[in-house]
């Protein structure tokens, strides 16, 4: 079965440092992946998608990420932090089927110190 | 720009009560989504739909139901509340075309159950 997981739960960094949050999934075929933003109390944002193709994806607000297929990994990446990146991020597997569904990680919450 | 509106940002209810989460998306996107949050938990899946009056359970569907009587409307119905509903409840849509569509999220309703 698809499964993702993001191995720290928090993380903190300084403003200006670089920054890198971990994801692995379990998928048997080619997979569709993302990562999504949500900061306090709001909805979640799509930062990203990687379907096929180039392994580096940019994504929104400064954001990359890349899929190592040996690694299973989809890690993002960020190389000067700003203080209004401090959210939640979740990476996402596709699930399979024709809806979309997608199989989340539980986050990994950022701080930034200044 | 794809927009998903929850009814309410917040929301007080009592055990026992019939309670609403009403989630409109002005993108003609077939697919439809219910998730719950709790922290440590991430996302977790309730119910989705991939058509008007079409459900399907997902992860956690024990304690609620849902309707799609127009495609740009889904509503979530917790038949009888209790206090372990307690939660932030999250909307999503997305588009056909299976995997590579992303989903878009509402802000959210934080619901409480005294």
């Known amino acids: 079965a698809q499964s993702v997981t993001q191995p720290d739960i928090h993380i903190t960094v300084s403003e200006g440092a670089s920054l890198e949050l971990r994801c692995n999934y379990s998928y048997g075929a080619t997979p569709y992946l993302f990562w999504y933003v949500q900061s306090p109390g709001q909805g979640l944002q799509l930062l990203l998608k990687y379907f096929s193709g180039d392994t580096l994806v940019q994504g929104i607000k400064g954001f990359e990420a890349e899929f190592k297929r040996s690694q299973s990994s989809f890690n993002l990446r960020k190389p000067s932090v700003h203080w209004s990146d401090a959210a939640e991020y979740f990476c996402?597997?596709?699930?399979?089927?024709?809806?979309?569904?997608?199989?989340f990680g539980k986050g990994t919450k950022l701080s930034v110190k200044p | 720009d794809v927009k998903v509106t929850q009814s309410s940002r917040y929301l007080v209810k009592r055990t026992g009560e019939k309670v609403f989460l009403e989630c409109v998306q002005d993108m003609d996107h077939e697919n439809m989504f219910w998730y719950r949050q709790d922290p440590g938990l991430g996302l977790r899946l309730i119910y989705f739909s991939y058509d008007v009056k079409m459900k399907e359970k997902g992860d956690i569907p024990e304690g609620y139901s849902v309707s799609r009587e127009k495609k740009e409307r889904f509503s979530l119905i917790l038949e009888s509340a209790s206090t372990n509903q307690t939660s932030m409840y999250l909307c999503?849509?997305?588009?056909?075309?299976?995997?590579?569509?992303?989903?878009?999220f509402g802000d959210g309703t934080r619901l409480s159950i005294l």
């Open positions: 999503a849509s997305s588009g056909t075309g299976g995997l590579n569509q992303p989903q878009h």
């Open positions: 996402a597997v596709g699930a399979g089927g024709s809806q979309g569904n997608l199989i």
